[in-house]
């Protein structure tokens, strides 16, 4: 699908990111879901410099811990929660799994550049860390995966990602310790992210080897972990970014593929969406992965973000896990990628997960990233997402603007 | 003009089948397409005229797993068990069960080697209708 033509950067269509807010990720029982939702937005909100009033768009995106809570975003509770009602316009909610946050980029930018909004807030709360284990199981064992075709084999999310990582590590020739050090690459960024549910955890390949196998070739810490946590951002034209800020961030194009549903669907389980998205994203921003600073690239197993780095042509075919063993993506690296610590190390919020590396890429951006973590200049950044069985192939091609 | 009106009607015979020891893919009358999982509509020319038809059950294995934790509850099956993507000689793809070796492991599996169908016992269809594939014998 060729794009349409993007808005004039700099124009009134042209979407700006101008604040984020995020709260840390893990295990935190005492925090609720509601709490977290309006701190996030709070600091979104005061970063972005605006007033809470000059929202008038709401973008929500669901919590995946229950139904009532997710009932409760539906239903314009933000709205009321945020002082909002009977001030915006609208609150609605966007969905794709993983790749929501990529989704609701597009949908916040769309209600921007056709002037049916001119302030948007996009904000995630998940309490996926303090939830039931044995329900999130069953959950991720029924939502997503189809029930009368892989249901019928008990399928689950760990499954799907060791069936992945199994094509993935056939292909390229990949050894356990060469996967296993992307965990290690994503555990030293997390250590620099005061937000990360593992920021105070070194991680060895050692020890990564040495957990017990979940589901072949996956090991108990390639699989990520279930973290409470809550993010936001502001959108708003670069017309009035302009007025109040020295910099903000646009999108400089984007690209995109749903390549299936079931997993079992797949014909390139090795590839997944990744390298037709590129094709269009690159061509849409006019500049690719040899112009970008870094990248945020979902990642709730390893081979999930080997895979899409190779098809962003981040890596060569066959080359991102050796690549991470090399330390190519580590912190002093050459290449930094997924700076807050991933889905892997930073915590696995549910729909939050690429929530976060969007954010995160946004902070980057804005220079507004803690400075041992700051990607030095950082102008241009590559974000990638995917949902479900990584039924898609999402990409966000940001750019820094300075007035 | 008939359609298919309701998941029953779509998947029923695919269970049907596997109870009789065969594997099945749907076909459309229309353009030949076989399709695998089974659609309301023909995904090439999106005709309705939709049937079922018997396979080989030869392939190739294109990836498979093995699940040592967290079975699902409503499965009902004791952990370790394997899980397979195949790519059947006819085209279609599916996910299924993989039959243990002599050994009792999954160990002989190997990405993009052949397997055949092999069904499971009568009982285990009749609670868990999938497809089990297993290692030609001899290989």
Same mark, same amino acid.
């Given at each position: 699908?060729?794009?349409?033509?993007?808005?004039?950067?700099?124009?009134?269509?042209?979407?700006?990111?101008?604040?984020?807010?995020?709260?840390?990720?893990?295990?935190?029982?005492?925090?609720?879901?509601?709490?977290?939702?309006?701190?996030?937005?709070?600091?979104?909100?005061?970063?972005?410099?605006?007033?809470?009033?000059?929202?008038?768009?709401?973008?929500?995106?669901?919590?995946?811990?229950? $139904?009532?809570?997710?009932?409760?975003?539906?239903?314009?509770?933000?709205?009321?929660?945020?002082?909002?009602?009977?001030?915006?316009?609208? @609150?609605?909610?966007?969905?794709?799994?993983?790749?929501?946050?990529?989704?609701?980029? =597009?949908?916040?930018?769309?209600?921007?550049? @056709?002037?049916?909004?001119?302030?948007?807030?996009?904000?995630?709360?998940?309490?996926?860390?303090?939830?039931?284990?044995?329900?999130?199981?069953?959950? &991720?064992?029924?939502?997503?995966?189809?029930?009368?075709?892989?249901?019928? @084999?008990?399928?689950?999310?760990?499954?799907?990602?060791?069936? $992945?990582?199994?094509?993935?590590?056939?292909?390229?020739?990949?050894?356990?310790?060469?996967?296993?050090?992307?965990?290690?690459?994503?555990?030293?960024?997390?250590?620099?992210?005061?937000?990360?549910?593992?920021?105070?955890?070194?991680?060895?390949?050692?020890?990564?080897?040495?957990?017990?196998?979940?589901?072949?070739?996956?090991?108990?810490?390639?699989?990520?972990?279930?973290?409470?946590?809550?993010?936001?951002?502001?959108?708003? @034209?670069?017309?009035?970014?302009? =007025?109040?800020?020295?910099?903000?961030?646009? $999108?400089?194009?984007?690209?995109?593929?749903?390549?299936?549903?079931?997993?079992?669907?797949?014909?390139?389980?090795?590839?997944?969406?990744?390298?037709?998205?590129?094709?269009?994203?690159?061509?849409?921003?006019?500049?690719?992965?040899?112009?970008?600073? &870094?990248?945020?690239?979902?990642?709730?197993?390893?081979?999930?973000?080997? $895979?899409?780095?190779?098809?962003?042509?981040?890596?060569?075919?066959?080359?991102?896990?050796?690549?991470?063993?090399?330390? =190519?993506?580590?912190?002093?690296?050459?290449?930094?990628?997924?700076?807050?610590?991933?889905?892997?190390?930073?915590?696995?919020?549910?729909?939050?997960?690429?929530?976060?590396?969007?954010?995160?890429?946004?902070?980057?951006?804005?220079?507004?990233?803690?400075?041992?973590?700051?990607?030095?200049?950082?102008?241009?950044?590559?974000?990638?997402?995917?949902?479900?069985?990584?039924?898609?192939?999402?990409?966000?091609?940001?750019?820094?603007?300075?007035? | 003009?008939?359609?298919?009106?309701?998941?029953?009607?779509?998947?029923?015979?695919?269970?049907?089948?596997?109870?009789?020891?065969?594997?099945?893919?749907?076909?459309?009358?229309?353009?030949?397409?076989?399709?695998?999982?089974?659609?309301?509509?023909?995904?090439?020319?999106?005709?309705?005229?939709?049937?079922?038809?018997?396979?080989?059950?030869?392939?190739?294995?294109?990836?498979?797993?093995?699940?040592?934790?967290?079975?699902?509850?409503?499965?009902?099956? *004791?952990?370790?068990?394997?899980?397979?993507?195949?790519?059947?000689?006819?085209?279609?793809?599916?996910?299924?069960?993989?039959?243990?070796?002599?050994?009792?492991?999954?160990?002989?599996?190997?990405?993009? *080697?052949?397997?055949?169908? *092999?069904?499971?016992?009568?009982?285990?269809?009749?609670?868990?209708?999938?497809?089990?594939?297993?290692?030609?014998?001899?290989?």
């Amino acid at each position: 699908m060729s794009n349409m033509p993007y808005p004039q950067p700099g124009s009134a269509s042209d979407a700006a990111f101008i604040g984020i807010g995020e709260i840390p990720s893990g295990k935190y029982p005492k925090r609720g879901f509601m709490a977290q939702l309006v701190e996030a937005a709070a600091r979104a909100i005061q970063d972005s410099g605006l007033q809470h009033t000059d929202i008038d768009q709401l973008v929500l995106i669901p919590n995946l811990h229950g $139904i009532p809570d997710q009932a409760d975003l539906i239903f314009s509770r933000v709205a009321e929660e945020l002082g909002l009602h009977g001030r915006v316009k609208s @609150s609605m909610m966007v969905h794709s799994g993983g790749s929501t946050s990529d989704n609701a980029t =597009r949908a916040a930018a769309g209600l921007v550049a @056709s002037g049916q909004a001119r302030n948007v807030l996009v904000v995630q709360s998940e309490k996926w860390g303090s939830a039931d284990l044995t329900e999130m199981v069953d959950m &991720l064992s029924v939502n997503g995966i189809p029930r009368e075709w892989e249901g019928t @084999s008990g399928l689950q999310f760990n499954a799907i990602g060791g069936l $992945i990582t199994q094509r993935y590590m056939h292909q390229s020739g990949s050894t356990p310790e060469e996967m296993a050090s992307v965990c290690v690459a994503l555990r030293e960024w997390a250590r620099l992210n005061p937000n990360a549910m593992w920021k105070d955890k070194e991680l060895t390949v050692e020890q990564v080897l040495a957990s017990k196998l979940v589901s072949d070739p996956i090991r108990a810490i390639e699989c990520p972990y279930l973290a409470d946590g809550a993010a936001a951002f502001v959108m708003t @034209s670069a017309t009035e970014a302009r =007025r109040n800020h020295d910099s903000w961030v646009r $999108i400089g194009g984007s690209g995109g593929c749903v390549s299936h549903y079931s997993s079992g669907q797949d014909a390139e389980l090795g590839e997944l969406g990744w390298p037709k998205a590129a094709v269009e994203a690159y061509d849409a921003a006019g500049w690719g992965p040899q112009d970008a600073d &870094l990248a945020e690239v979902y990642d709730s197993y390893s081979a999930v973000l080997t $895979i899409a780095l190779e098809g962003l042509g981040l890596s060569k075919k066959g080359e991102a896990a050796r690549d991470f063993h090399a330390k =190519r993506f580590s912190p002093g690296g050459e290449f930094p990628v997924n700076t807050n610590g991933g889905l892997l190390s930073a915590g696995h919020t549910g729909v939050g997960g690429g929530m976060a590396l969007l954010v995160e890429a946004v902070r980057q951006l804005l220079h507004r990233a803690e400075p041992e973590r700051q990607v030095a200049g950082a102008e241009r950044c590559i974000v990638g997402g995917s949902g479900g069985s990584y039924m898609d192939a999402q990409i966000m091609m940001l750019e820094r603007v300075e007035k | 003009m008939s359609y298919i009106e309701n998941a029953e009607q779509l998947t029923g015979p695919f269970g049907e089948a596997l109870a009789r020891g065969e594997l099945t893919v749907q076909k459309c009358n229309s353009c030949g397409e076989l399709i695998m999982y089974p659609k309301y509509r023909c995904p090439s020319c999106f005709g309705n005229d939709l049937d079922w038809c018997a396979v080989s059950g030869r392939g190739q294995l294109l990836t498979y797993t093995v699940l040592r934790f967290g079975a699902p509850s409503s499965f009902d099956v *004791e952990p370790p068990y394997a899980i397979g993507v195949v790519r059947l000689d006819e085209g279609p793809q599916l996910t299924g069960r993989l039959h243990a070796g002599a050994d009792g492991t999954w160990d002989h599996y190997r990405c993009d *080697e052949p397997v055949v169908f *092999e069904p499971a016992d009568a009982a285990e269809v009749a609670q868990r209708p999938a497809a089990w594939f297993a290692a030609p014998r001899g290989s």
